[in-house]
């Protein structure tokens, strides 16, 4: 019914066009002027597509009054790029092509990005993926003017409607978004890729990133919604792909070297190298990063390196190996109680709880054209890593005993897989579509350990008991995915497409170990202790489908919709880790829904950027935490479903462009990011039902004003997020602060950046009013309880390119 409801209105849209007129002309050859056959001239920005007759003649029909850009092309011929003005009438539009000495290799179809005020949109067709008809965001990081040294991702991701941050880790190491009422945990709910390739833990039993590459390596972050599932996997929430830089194609060496400084002992020293050699084009960085932390015991220190190298032998294969490695160590302080925040959220009741990450992130890939119209595209990944989790994690109302071993989790981590595209451009009539489709093999191992560490405060990642290796939990988990997918464009007007989608899921995972079952008196006497085996396996077919739609009104607006199923299987977390706040329910189910999206969007020449979209997300049997009556301890479990609707906007102007002109020296662009969310629980569970969902926010709201002439660049953000529960109960306060509201909270920022030759200069102050507050309660690492945010901060950063 809502797809129906979606499409008519489409069709209204359509049908309020009161006149159309049309482009036509004729495609020939330059100097001779004789008709160029087989010729083909492209809409851009559109994707839609026609065909010259044998006389070289074209026509466009169906175009309201706008400005249009076209390209003529056709094999072994050059291509032609013009403009055209419709105002009244039809538009009549030469070409003329010069002959190749070779074929034309490849046609651009997807069109030139505009890259406007650091955020833009994902095209129609991008490499071996569709994007038609689906709510996207591209962050340029070249245009962001912020604070890359620690990955601040409240000024990175500034502009990207609905997200909701996790700011509990000043350092950046690790980044926490969700949106639309999804958590924010470790970006659980995307699919985080790399390039194109899977870098979390392990995509099904796992799905939590540890890693996040640095700012200062990445040309773009790429966002795509809900509907991303039918090519990226089953997440409700969407993908986000971090695209690293790459060397510059037109020298050997280029050598870049960034040195940041900043308040409470960071020092972050970044250099990247890269270029091309004939048939060899490569990348590479090294960054090294340290601080002690706003709060006491909150240290850091951090290397990562990535590398990468692309050979292409001829104009149809290019080859390309990645390698990432990251290590880090950081202590943690854990959380507050709210009493104790308030009193004093600098200071720290945990001196004991460390965590430790080692990755390495391996990629192979393919690029191969097998004809002028079809691509294929190969994706080999791995991941051997590792992370230790060390720390007293009993509740935050009471004092860490000291005479206590604490607690040691070590997870191994050790994932394969492929994922092959094959895109292919068709003929359909007078136009032409666009045919993805693809195959998805993944195997991941997982070894979990947990048992009782050491009883001093140093960064000691060995088990102390009998047996030398852990005494409260040792698993063995195995996932398994083999995927199918496919989705398709089909053009039906110049302006409108349609893109149907299906993806095919087997998913198996299995649980093989063990854990201890300990029951203590009141006196604390052990009274019953044994170490419980177990065995589980579960095995799905899931089938997903979806179907986008995209109205183009002219080059400049865009209405689009779409509507996609969702699916999220139980994590290893969910069947067995000994939590003394958190117990797991043996009968979990998987979570399924689906989303859909409406919107409009649109860009005028680097003047103004909008995008306004109405969501839905309907969310079954959802996993969520809720208290054992009588206790203040709390299960694991599924609680019922969710639904969330709301309004996502986000537009942007350059004010003194749009009153001097576009040719203006000077640039003073205002954005504007809103979001409206609503959101309610249906639930047999009385305590649960009708209530509010957790980290949901009713209003997100960022806003900025960016300054730039010449080399200079200011820029000013203001972000306020709406108070939120943290539990499906909605509970207000406990004294274990592991649930309880999150007050409304807002900050401020401000950052510069000056260009001389090849130097650049770099600084900023990140919460610019000093303001105390917390986006997060932990019921586990790196808490439990109220996890604050940084303080007001400073930086400098000197950059030298050679």
Known sequence: MRVTFIIALILCSLSAVAQTFSVSGNITSAGSQKPVTQAEVLLTNTGMLVKADSK???????????????????????????????????????????????KLREVNVKGEREKTFGITRLNSVEGAAIYEGKKSEVVVLSDVTANKATNNSRQVFAKVAGLNIWESDG???????????????????????????????DALGYPESYYTPPTEALDRIEVVRGAASLQYGTQFGGMVNFVMKEGPEDKPFELTTRQTAGSWGLFNSFNSIGG??????????????????????????????????HYKPNSKLEIGFDYTYMDYL???????????????????????????????????????????????????????AQRDALGYMGKINRPDDLTAPRTLLQDKFRNVGNETRLIHRYDLGNSFSTLLVGGRYYRGFTDQQQGDGSVASNADFNYYTEVNGPNTSSYDYLSQNTALFAENIFNITPKLSITPGLRYEWINTNADGSYRDQKKDQAGNVVYDEVVPEERSNTRHVFLMGLGLSYKASDAMEVYANFSQNYRAINFNDMRVVNPNVVPDQNLQDESGYSADLGLRGNKSGLLNYDASLFYLAYKDRINFKKIQGTTDRIRTNIGDSYHYGLETFAEADLLKLYYGAEHPSSLSAFSNITLVHTVYSSPDKTVDGNQVELAPALIAKAGLAFKRNNFKLAYQYSYTSEQYTDAENSILEPTAVV?????????????????????????????????????????YPGPGIIPSDARSYYVTLEFKL
């Open 56 to 102: 070289g003649a074209y026509t466009i029909d169906g175009l309201v009054p706008g400005t249009y850009t076209l390209t003529a092309y056709s094999v072994g011929w050059g291509s032609a790029t013009q403009q055209v003005s419709i105002r009244n009438g039809n538009a009549i539009l030469h070409f003329e092509l010069k002959p190749l000495e070779g």
């Open 171 to 201: 350092a950046g190491i690790q980044l926490g978004i969700g949106g639309r009422g999804l958590s924010p945990n470790r970006t659980s709910n995307f699919n985080t890729r790399q390039n194109g390739y899977d870098i979390s833990a």
């Open 276 to 309: 091309t050699k004939g048939n060899l084009h490569y990348y590479g960085y090294y960054q090294y990063k340290r601080g002690d932390g706003w709060r006491d015991n909150s240290g850091f220190e951090a290397h990562t390196a990535f590398s990468s190298v």
């Open 330 to 384: 950081a202590q943690q302080p854990g959380g507050l109680t709210d009493l104790e925040f308030n009193q004093d959220a600098q200071q720290s009741k945990r001196d004991r709880n460390w965590f430790k990450v080692n990755w390495n992130l391996l990629a192979l890939t393919l690029d191969y054209r097998l004809a002028e119209r079809t691509k294929l595209n190969v994706r080999n990944f791995g991941l051997l």
């Open 740 to 780: 309880g509201k999150i007050p409304a909270y807002w900050v401020m920022d401000l950052s510069g950046s000056y260009t001389y030759k090849r130097f650049t200069l770099e600084s900023g102050i990140n919460n610019l009013t000093d303001n105390r507050y917390f986006t997060r309660r932990a019921t586990g």
